[in-house]
């Protein structure tokens, strides 16, 4: 329905055509004016760059009346980390908030970037290039909020080792319960999920480091268009379709080893709580390390449904013979701060 399907386009259009064209048909999107329908295509007010479709792939409905972060209204879907994924089914049954007598259906949403993506692409048609070197897959695996694209020309003979596969439909190579570094599936499932727990505080890197290595794969592929061209010319298309191909397969083996050395990064750098980052000056660890604490808004949230469980009795309340203890142990915070 419109909801968990053409609300993904209406994500789309929107971002493009502005937040008046999104306006006029939010209520189509929500699914609570069918007759309002949106066209079938709209006509961007200028033309779209490759950064633009690769960032209207990372949608999750943000500043919208679909927002899933949270940040937009109260959502408790969100959790803590204001995340923008949902756990499977899209619809469930719960007690009707008017009659909980009465069973009700519910919807989580369905954005265009989902943790369940199987691989993703934005295709790049290049006009001015010869006819075997026009076309450019850039390719992703999982989510495409949190995978990064490189280049693969339309006429490639081959692929990365580390994106084959059996088919379109049969899963990866080795079979996808095979745990494998050096497998794209692999790697690039295990930043995502690493983000998805503490997405205010971890996906700032991952897309950080999503935009700079679309940027150098740009760069790069404007360097190889112009060798491949000489060669096209001098040598005939095989021989340049064999360049490029090569430079493909490099491009995405590389990609997958450096994808596997950022999981390493966010591991040590986002774990038991805290965000720990270089400090030459710690001649203990090398390190400093801070917390990554709860927003106020969802330390609020607990106040709210169970404050009194928590609450830190007042020093004239405390326990008989609790005032005034010094005894506690050494947190792993205050162990990577000690010099």
């Known amino acids: 329905g419109a909801r968990l399907c053409e609300a993904r386009v209406w994500s789309f259009f929107g971002d493009v055509m ?3 064209w999104a306006s006029q048909y939010e209520d189509y999107a929500l699914g609570t004016n069918l007759t309002n329908r949106m066209p079938l295509w709209v006509q961007p007010p200028k033309k779209l760059s490759l950064d633009n479709v690769f960032q209207h792939m990372r ?4 500043g919208t009346a ?3 972060t949270g940040n937009q209204f109260a959502d408790v879907g969100a959790a803590f980390g204001n995340m923008a994924q949902r756990s499977h089914p899209l619809t469930w049954s719960a007690a009707s908030p008017e009659d909980p007598s009465v069973m009700a259906e519910f919807t989580h949403e369905r954005p265009i970037a989902t943790p369940q993506t199987g691989w993703n692409f934005v295709g790049q048609s290049r006009r001015w290039m010869p006819r075997e070197l026009s076309g450019l897959l850039w390719f992703g695996v999982d989510d495409s909020s949190t995978t990064a694209h490189f280049p693969i020309y339309g006429s490639a003979t081959s692929v990365p080792s580390s994106y084959a596969g059996k088919g379109p439909q049969d899963g990866v190579t080795p079979p996808m319960l095979a745990f494998n570094f050096q497998s794209a599936f692999t790697v690039f499932n295990l930043v995502a999920n690493w983000a998805y727990g503490r997405w ?4 700032p890197d991952v897309k950080a480091r999503i935009l ?9 592929i404007t360097q190889i268009d112009q060798q491949a061209i000489v060669k096209y010319e ?20 590389a990609l997958v080893a ?15 709580g805290y965000k720990i980052t270089v400090n030459d000056d710690n001649q203990a660890c090398g390190c400093a390390a801070g917390n990554a604490p709860y927003s106020a808004a969802w330390n609020n949230r607990i106040v709210q449904e169970n404050g009194a469980h928590f609450r830190i009795p007042a020093e004239g309340q405390m ?4 005032k005034g203890s010094s005894a506690r142990s050494a947190s792993k915070l205050d162990l990577l701060n000690r010099r």
């Open 319 to 322: 326990v008989h013979g609790m």
């Open 18 to 20: 502005g937040t008046e």
């Open 59 to 62: 949608n999750h409905y943000e």
């Open 258 to 272: 450096q994808w596997g050395q950022f999981f390493g990064e966010l591991f040590m750098k986002y774990r038991d």
């Open 200 to 203: 205010d505080v971890i996906y």
């Open 66 to 68: 679909l927002d899933m």
């Open 234 to 253: 001098k040598e005939g298309p095989a021989a340049a379709v064999a360049f490029t191909t090569q430079h493909s397969v490099q491009f995405g083996d």
């Open 212 to 220: 700079s290595v679309e940027s150098a794969f740009q760069r790069q």
